[in-house]
């Protein structure tokens, strides 16, 4: 059980370059939603204090998006690293004592569950950083997390920059970490010495530990998918159909049918009672709803749409914004 205050950081200020695109990354969707939206409802689950949004590239696009979220935003003019996105929103923040939890706003796949275990071993710890990790059958191009022989974690190293042993390393960081309050003064001894002459945020472990202060790692689980953020249209896609699965499988779990699920799509937002029958090929987007017993025929595309209880929507049907109170479309 969670002991002390939470404030959330989600960091959204980065430009996305390899996707190729005017949209600022985290508003490219996935399951129908933007990709902060899933980051968003994960981190809430732990109901944090209060959640600061780091924005930058786009802000106003993304203000604009996520006006109404509950949340705070705190601008970060230069994109120079993580380190310094965190010492951005801590200006936000004030005078923050309790725990500081910070993910990627683009981190996708995931979940709340993690993360209350990542704040649970965190005050039970006593560590001045805990961070989740996962481990990977192929963890290729991804930062590998070096442990202490008392199995604290020494250092993150980023494949390129490691050696035989390092790479044959499979447990990784996906850059989510729960902090004390002692993170403020470490942010301060970064420095840019660095080919990006960026301000990383994994450099905090030596400061840390410089201080005698332990770092803690907690091992993900889940579905065994590391949360590991979205580059490229490449991974994007890869999200996509894990999202999916992830959706299809709960919603099969809460007593859906679907008559092929491979070619069912509903998006993360889309609401289903228990009983409802989705024959094949059906598209549900947006705030649909659809009732005890429904039966949504095939290769029906419905958005913000309305399915009464024991409705039947017939084949082929394509509405936005429709009631349905009784058999027929």
Not at 11 to 35: D, I, N, Q, W, Y
Not at 138 to 164: F, K, M, N, W, Y
Not at 290 to 311: I, K, Q, R, S, T
Request: negative net charge; charged residues 20%.
């Amino acid at each position: 059980m969670r002991a002390g205050p939470v404030a959330a950081v989600v960091f959204a200020a980065g430009r996305g370059t390899r996707m190729r695109s005017s949209v600022p990354k985290v508003l490219h969707e996935v399951a129908g939603e933007p990709l902060l939206t899933h980051v968003l409802r994960a981190v809430g689950e732990v109901a944090p204090e209060r959640c600061v949004v780091v924005i930058g590239h786009g802000a106003d696009l993304v203000r604009d998006r996520f006006g109404d979220a509950g949340v705070e935003f705190a601008l970060q003019s230069e994109q120079l690293g993580t380190g310094h996105a965190l010492r951005t929103a801590g200006a936000a923040l004030g005078a923050w004592s309790g725990t500081t939890l910070v993910v990627n706003g683009d981190d996708v796949l995931l979940e709340g569950a993690p993360l209350g275990r990542l704040l649970e071993a965190h005050d039970a710890g006593g560590s001045g950083m805990t961070m989740l990790t996962y481990e990977l059958r192929d963890p290729t191009g991804l930062g590998r997390v070096v442990r202490a022989g008392d199995g604290s974690v020494a250092r993150i190293v980023e494949e390129r920059d490691g050696d035989e042993t390092v790479r044959a390393l499979r447990e990784i960081n996906p850059g989510v970490y729960a902090f004390d309050e002692h993170v403020w003064e470490m942010l301060g001894r970064l420095d840019a010495g660095n080919a990006a002459s960026e301000y990383y945020l994994t450099d905090v472990i030596a400061a840390y530990v410089a201080r005698g202060l332990s770092v803690r790692a907690v091992r993900g689980d889940g579905d065994g998918t590391a949360p590991v953020g979205v580059n490229d249209r490449a991974q994007l896609a890869q999200a996509e159909r894990i999202v999916h699965e992830r959706v299809r499988a709960r919603w099969l779990e809460a007593g859906v049918t679907m008559h092929d699920p491979a070619t069912t799509y509903v998006a993360s937002s889309v609401e289903l009672a228990r009983d409802v029958i989705l024959e094949v090929g059906v598209v549900l987007r947006g705030a649909t709803t659809v009732g005890e017993g429904a039966v949504v025929g095939a290769y029906a595309v419905l958005e913000d749409c309305a399915v009464g209880a024991g409705c039947h929507v017939v084949p082929h049907s394509v509405a936005h914004g429709a009631r349905f109170d009784e058999s027929g479309a």
